[in-house]
């Protein structure tokens, strides 16, 4: 019996363009527009995870709307906002693909959904100046720290200090509690 070795990703990605390529244009998927030598774009946020993977942001291969429906409908799930209007999930979320899936964040009050989580326990110099004014504050509020940090920071005698590590940070390097997993 003959064996054929597994082909890699990058093969069945390239057997899955060309095919789609050559396919006749009725059984092409709805959700991937194929044109000539130009890449396949998606309207859909899933199957272009499915396909791209991971991603910080929807590329110039993501030719839907910036945030589809389905992704508001999820994030009122998630974030337990069942009868909420659209809008202010269309104007103030961001998504993106990790491991072949659709997470989203919204905004909301001061969440950093776009930025890294900040993993340095080095102090800012604006952390110094409100610890010199603040010399035992038990804690250094986030307009001084950012909103993007994972540890809890205080003063002691006068120089910030990083306490425990209050927020978990995903594969990608966000803040894991306010990005969330949307279904289809």
């Not at 992704?71 to 202010?88: D, H, S």
């Not at 659709?102 to 989580?117: E, I, Q, R």
Request: proline share 9%; net charge neutral; glycine share 8%.
């Amino acid at each position: 019996m003959r064996r054929f070795p597994l082909l890699s990703g990058l093969a069945l990605l390239l057997l899955a363009l060309l095919a789609a390529a050559c396919a006749p244009a009725s059984l092409a998927p709805a959700s991937v527009a194929t044109t000539g030598a130009a890449p396949a774009t998606f309207t859909d946020p899933f199957a272009y995870c499915g396909v791209i993977g991971t991603v910080d942001a929807p590329d110039e291969r993501y030719a839907g709307p910036k945030i589809p429906d389905a992704i508001v409908n999820g994030l009122q799930k998630a974030l337990n906002l069942a009868g909420t209007p659209a809008p202010p999930l269309t104007e103030n979320s961001f998504w993106r693909c990790m491991a072949g899936k659709v997470y989203a964040c919204t905004v909301g009050a001061n969440l950093p959904c776009m930025d890294k989580a900040n993993l340095d326990k080095t102090p800012t110099q604006g952390m110094k100046e409100y610890c010199q004014a603040n010399p035992n504050s038990d804690f250094i509020p986030m307009v001084v720290t950012g909103h993007n940090v994972v540890y809890e920071w205080q003063c002691k005698a006068g120089a910030p200090e990083a306490g425990k590590q209050l927020v978990q940070v995903d594969a990608r390097g966000f803040l894991a509690n306010i990005w969330y997993q949307i279904n289809p």
